[in-house]
């Protein structure tokens, strides 16, 4: 790719001066970890995200406000919190009446665009969901290029599936990886002429499992690459399936990576490179079954970290950022970005003062409220020191949003055991930085529309 002449760079946090496109590229469960230019993974290869952090900017404290899928993704489409978006678990329909990324940008006079996964509509097709069309009220403001899935991983599998366009008709493909045939939707979208600055949201199902098969299924030929693979240290002492899936899981990885190549580079033929904003992120990490008994939705750096690299128009910085930063702040970022206004309602904050302000940097609170449904109901706060994690105990919590006592559960020293080996919590030479934290996540928990809980302290003493 050629270098960015200094004229050609808009200036780090400086509104563009003419309307940048914006591409989102998100893949499902990765692992920040497994982008080389991470430095955290010998053995992974992703040369053309590394290339896009190397002349962007990385956010390398960047963490999901709520590791599992739908919820994860209706926080970045709405820039605030899951409980709020009434997405609190998979298979809820975004609230309909919320701003989000597309309707802001069509309002700005872009066009919408999505192909691949959506996952945000309702999972009764008679209500405008199901596995596969998603009607136009549960498309979060992607009314322009429909091209896609609500469930991707039901209607299509590693090499031949179904997605549907905007007026309902069937895209089908076959003798192709699932990873090829998104990328050439999106080549199909780049090659296009575009009267008006575009949005497009490519969201990718890899390296995300193949759910009826329950395991991960890289490409042809890529799993084949990594057989004896670099284990990540948090993996190593426990129990789990990553002996069998890492293999597929890193060829998945280097598979998006030569798509993020192959996207970069039809930019780059279309003349789009100067004029576009490209992000790649991730919903959720993955701990392989390690924490619990399935990839996520707990609190662990595994579960909760995700590459964010972006490049383009304010971007361009050639920095790393180790700031805690959620998903939640995508949203007013990209706006922010762009020049347009964000939404009074939004609850994310603008991380493009991070980008060319040191004392923004050091003003940054770096303080996360996380959620977490589905395998239990439970709130964490994370910091660049500490990960601090609640839950309500009563197995029937989880067939709610929230709750309003929890007991401490889960503490982490991150400073010392990045790893996270050694839980603190009940430990009492621990026990005034636990009601630090403690008040500090119930302030997070109103400040995301909930009740103010009761959070019992634990001991591990008699």
């Known amino acids: 790719m050629a270098p960015v002449s200094a004229e050609a760079q808009t200036k780090a946090g400086a509104p563009p001066a003419r309307k940048p496109n914006v591409i989102i590229y998100i893949a499902d469960q990765v692992r920040a970890d497994f982008i080389g230019a991470n430095n955290l993974n010998t053995s ?120 549907w366009n905007g007026a309902g008709e069937e895209i089908k493909f076959s003798n192709e990886s699932r990873i090829e045939f998104i990328t050439e939707r999106a080549e199909r979208f780049l090659k296009q002429a575009h009267d008006k600055p575009f949005l497009l949201y490519i969201s990718q199902l890899e390296p995300h499992q193949q759910n009826d098969v329950n395991r991960m299924v890289a490409p042809k030929g890529y799993a084949e690459r990594f057989q004896n693979p670099f284990v990540p240290q948090d993996l190593r002492p426990y129990p789990g399936n990553w002996q069998s899936q890492l293999p597929d899981y890193y060829g998945s990885i280097e598979a998006i990576d030569d798509s993020v190549g192959r996207v970069l580079k039809t930019l780059d033929e279309q003349n789009l490179t100067e004029n576009t904003i490209f992000v790649f992120l991730s919903d959720h990490g993955c701990h392989f079954m390690t924490r619990n008994a399935e990839y996520k939705r ?47 309602s939004v609850k994310g904050k603008t991380l493009m003062p991070l980008l060319s302000e040191p004392k923004a940097r050091e003003e940054w609170k770096n303080t996360e409220l996380i959620q977490i449904s589905e395998s239990m109901t439970a709130r964490a706060i994370r910091t660049q020191d500490w990960c601090y994690c609640v839950v309500d105990r009563d197995p029937k919590s989880i067939s709610k949003p929230s709750s309003t006592h929890y007991d401490e559960y889960l503490f982490y020293d991150e400073a010392g055991d990045p790893n996270e080996f050694v839980n603190l919590a009940g430990r009492k030479e621990y026990r005034k930085q636990a009601a630090i934290l403690s008040d500090q996540l119930k302030e997070l928990i109103v400040g995301a529309g909930e009740p103010e809980p009761e959070i019992t302290a634990t001991s591990i003493y008699p």
Request: with cysteine.
């Open 44 to 163: 992974t290869r992703t040369p053309n995200l590394d290339a896009v952090a190397r002349r962007g900017t990385s956010f390398t404290g960047a963490i999901t406000n709520q590791p599992v899928c739908s919820p994860s993704r209706s926080i970045l489409m709405t820039g605030r919190y899951a409980t709020e978006t009434h997405v609190w678990r998979n298979a809820n329909p975004i609230n309909p009446e919320l701003p989000t990324l597309a309707s802001e940008f069509r309002k700005a006079g872009y066009s919408a665009n999505m192909i691949g996964k959506w996952h945000l509509a309702p999972k009764d097709p008679a209500k405008g969901g199901g596995d596969g069309f998603v009607r136009p009220e549960y498309r979060g403001g992607f009314l322009d290029l429909w091209e896609g899935a609500n469930e991707f991983e039901w209607t299509t599998h590693p090499y031949e599936g179904t997605i």
């Open 298 to 344: 707990s609190p662990h750096n595994a579960s909760i970290r995700i590459p964010f690299v972006a490049q383009g128009p304010g971007f361009d910085t050639g920095q790393k950022i180790p700031n805690i930063v959620g998903n939640i702040h995508v949203m007013p970022t990209l706006l922010d970005a762009a020049g347009i206004s964000v939404p009074a």
